[in-house]
């Protein structure tokens, strides 16, 4: 399932520059949807097993989102300091949802890269997979020009909210 999701999004975005603006819209909207509801929720799974095809399947989602970095973070950070103040990933008592996503997207963001530095001499992995990202975003605007790139951002976009509002809830 992720890598027809990975496939599916990657198609759309490379025809993006086919579509009428409205159209565009609905789809991003609609595949992050989906790449936030389910697919994030396979990935997520995924990213735990220690076959290299799983986990490999699970970035690949990920790097689709610009939310590499959350593989790292959930896995060697999250699982550790779960419910505990230091996790991004948890609430607050009494913190609103909009006061909560600020601070969980840039706690996952620098806790993976801080995580991703433990390893003495090896390359930051959540910084090489924004950075792969990225290029993707570039490749996808260069050949599909404004409309690949409006679509992978505004698709990243929903994906993470709704990653990050049932976060929230959890």
Not at 69 to 76: D, G, K, L, S, V
Not at 107 to 136: C, F, H, I, Q
């Amino acid at each position: 399932i992720i890598a027809l999701v990975i496939v599916q999004s990657l198609l759309f975005a490379l025809q993006a520059d086919q579509f009428a603006w409205p159209t565009l819209i609905w789809l991003a909207l609609s595949c992050g949807y989906v790449a936030g509801a389910s697919g994030i929720v396979l990935a997520h799974e995924l990213g735990h097993r220690r076959a290299l095809t799983d986990r490999t399947l699970a970035r690949g989602l990920l790097l689709m989102l610009g939310y590499g970095h959350y593989a790292i973070e959930h896995n060697r950070g999250h699982h550790r300091g779960a419910a505990s103040f230091s996790d991004p990933a948890t609430a607050r008592r009494h913190e609103g949802l909009w006061q909560f996503l600020p601070r969980y997207y840039s706690g996952v963001l620098r806790d993976g890269v801080k995580l991703s530095r433990a390893a003495p001499g090896k390359l930051n992995e959540a910084l090489a997979l924004l950075s792969v990202t990225a290029g993707l975003f570039l490749l996808i605007w260069h050949i599909a020009s404004w409309q690949g790139l409006v679509f992978c951002v505004l698709q990243a976009a929903t994906a993470q909210l709704l990653v990050g509002a049932v976060d929230y809830v959890e």
